[in-house]
């Protein structure tokens, strides 16, 4: 079974819907991130959250927003999905302390269309 | 603020090595990373160098630091086609900063 998952894998919807896209993990890493990915522009982080209580925005948090509802579950949200949302968006996850490093741990992305 | 610069092609013949480079702004971070991306799939940690090291040698892949430079280059020996996919460098601790990545194309 996969450690990271994320639902729906696609979804198409209109402009000005609301969306939530869901990321599960069972690696019980305290830390959690959501990514969108463009092609030309790598991978710009969303939003963070290190523990339960702890959430961070990222370099490109506006128009999204996110839950942290349990150490295993981290949601992120659009209030009204605009075109230039449309992406290929990633959660993944770390264990704080590694020795070797801040290794993450990605799901298999949700690709999202709005049209 | 932090960046991370690649460029976004290469390609290359089965056989061949490769060399995917990587400049980055931020020289605290205690390691450097390398991911690789598989079509249709998430990132994967390929290897990391540790800020202060120089070099780091993994069976095929040879990573290379220069820290005065700020550049980090990623070498994969006889490369195979399998090794087609698309590299990212990062560098960051707790948060990560990923650069555009490079599309890897080995050709038969």
């Known amino acids: 079974d996969a450690d990271v998952t994320q639902t729906p894998r696609n979804r198409i919807t209109k402009t000005g819907k609301r969306i939530m896209l869901e990321c599960s993990q069972t690696k019980g890493h305290d830390r959690m991130y959501w990514y969108r990915q463009d092609p030309g522009l790598g991978l710009r982080l969303i939003y963070y959250?290190?523990?339960?209580?702890?959430?961070n925005k990222g370099e490109i948090s506006d128009g999204y927003s996110v839950s942290r509802q349990a150490q295993a579950k981290f949601s992120l949200s659009l209030e009204s999905a605009i075109p230039n949302q449309t992406a290929l968006y990633f959660c993944?996850?770390?264990?704080?302390?590694?020795?070797?490093?801040?290794?993450?741990?990605f799901g298999p992305g949700t690709r999202l269309t709005v049209l | 603020g932090e960046d991370v610069e690649q460029s976004l092609f290469l390609s290359v013949r089965e056989g061949d090595s490769s060399v995917i480079n990587c400049t980055y702004t931020?020289?605290?971070?205690?390691?450097l990373y390398w991911y690789k991306q598989e079509p249709g799939a998430g990132l994967q940690l390929l290897t990391y160098i540790f800020s202060n090291m120089d070099m780091k040698q993994d069976q095929r892949l040879t990573v290379l630091l220069n820290k005065k430079d700020k550049h980090l280059s990623l070498r994969i020996a006889d490369t195979q086609t399998g090794d087609s996919a698309i590299y990212f460098c990062?560098?960051?601790?707790?948060?990560?900063?990923f650069g555009q990545g490079t599309e890897l194309s080995v050709k038969p």
């Open positions: 931020d020289s605290s971070s205690t390691y």
């Open positions: 993944a996850t770390s264990d704080r302390g590694k020795s070797s490093g801040d290794e993450q741990f």
């Open positions: 990062a560098e960051g601790e707790g948060k990560l900063i």
């Open positions: 959250s290190f523990d339960v209580k702890d959430i």
